[in-house]
Each structure stands twice: as structure tokens, then as C-alpha cells.
């Protein structure tokens, strides 16, 4: 089992920054992959990013491309969301998500471990 710890939510105005980070603790080597999605009220999970375990391979959803960055941190067993330029539509719960595979997939069926989620609540 992997166990994910997300933090670094909060409420912030409409382009400011924000760090998300996500501790991976347990089987973390089956942690290869890890990535970010959100959910808003109302709507489905969606994928935001996610980045193999080197690092070498990142995907984002076009929608934050050019405003979030996500990396990792393997000695620490953390991935990290940098959200910047936020919006009014960046709100939403991120989850943290982990699976086996090799390279980021926007399929959330690939991901077998989650974590609880984080609020991002941006203001207008």
C-alpha cells in the first residue's frame, strides 16, 4: 500500500500563487507515477498533471499549461504542484494520485493509490 498526504491548500485571490505538495509514504516504489486531479463541485475528476519517476516526462491538461508546474522530489517521496496565475476555475479538491505505470497518463483508472485532497479555493 502507498499511503498519500496532500497540504498546502488554502484560499488565495485570483493571481497569486500557490504550492501544493503531495508526501508518498509506504510501497513508495510502486508510487512511479504521480500526478494531480481535481474535482470542483458539481463536475467530474478531472486530470491536472502528473510526472514519471525520473522526472523526464511530465503531462498537463491544457487548461494550466503555462501557469502550474509539477516536479518531485524522490529522496523525500513528494511531488509538488506549482500553481501559479490562479483563477476563479482552479477551484476545486486536489487529490494526489500514484500508480505503477510508467509514463503520465490522464486516465485516472491508472492510478491505484489516492490521497484525501486538498481545497484550493481561488477568489475573484
Known amino acids: 500500500q502507498v499511503q498519500l498526504i496532500e497540504s498546502g491548500g488554502g484560499l488565495v485571490q485570483a493571481g497569486d500563487s500557490l504550492r501544493l505538495s503531495c508526501a508518498a509514504s509506504?510501497?513508495?516504489?510502486?508510487?512511479?507515477?504521480m500526478g494531480w486531479f481535481r474535482q470542483a463541485p458539481g463536475k467530474e475528476r478531472e486530470f491536472v498533471a502528473a510526472?514519471?519517476?525520473?522526472?523526464?516526462?511530465?503531462a498537463l491538461v491544457d487548461s494550466v499549461k503555462g501557469r502550474f508546474t509539477i516536479s518531485r522530489d524522490n529522496a523525500k517521496n513528494t511531488v509538488y504542484l506549482q500553481m501559479g496565475s490562479l483563477k476563479p476555475e482552479d477551484t476545486a479538491v486536489y487529490y494526489c494520485?500514484?500508480?505503477?505505470?510508467?509514463?503520465?497518463?490522464?486516465?485516472?483508472?491508472?492510478?491505484?493509490?489516492w490521497g484525501q485532497g486538498t481545497q484550493v479555493t481561488v477568489s475573484s
Open positions: 510526472i514519471s519517476w525520473s522526472g523526464v516526462n511530465t
Open positions: 509506504g510501497r513508495t516504489f510502486s508510487a512511479n507515477v
Open positions: 494520485a500514484a500508480g505503477p505505470i510508467r509514463l503520465p497518463s490522464t486516465n485516472r483508472q491508472h492510478y491505484t493509490y
